[in-house]
């Protein structure tokens, strides 16, 4: 089984920076993938991001490019969420993902692993 827990969410103003942290825990995988979803009030999970655990490939929601970057540090079982330029829309709660799979997927159907998420609130 893997843990997924997240942290770095909070309050900040439009504009502003945050980083999220997705430290994992159980039985990892170097090849897993890895992946950011959010969900705002009365709206849908969200896909953000993903990367492959090993092979450093990424994929980014239209919505956030040029805005958010997704990284890892395998030594440290950690994925991060570097979220700049941030926006009143942006507020959710940001849940990380994983699945054994060795491509990068888009849809919460893809992923099995979630953790309970951090919420992040950008204020105009």
């Known amino acids: 089984q893997v843990q997924l827990a997240e942290s770095g969410g909070g309050l900040v103003q439009a504009g502003g920076s945050l980083r999220l942290s997705c430290a994992a825990s159980?039985?990892?995988?170097?090849?897993?993938?890895m992946g950011w979803f959010r969900q705002a009030p009365g709206k849908e999970r969200e896909f953000v991001a993903a990367?492959?655990?090993?092979?450093?490939?990424?994929y980014d929601a239209d919505s956030v490019k040029g805005r958010f970057t997704i990284s890892r540090d395998n030594a440290k079982n950690t994925v991060y969420l570097q979220m700049d330029s941030l926006r009143p829309e942006d507020t959710a709660l940001y849940c990380c993902a994983a699945s054994a799979s060795r491509f990068i997927g888009t849809t919460t159907a893809f992923y099995p692993y979630w953790g309970q998420g951090t919420q992040v609130t950008v204020s105009s």
């Open positions: 990367i492959n655990w090993s092979g450093g490939t990424t």
């Open positions: 159980g039985r990892t995988v170097s090849s897993y993938t």
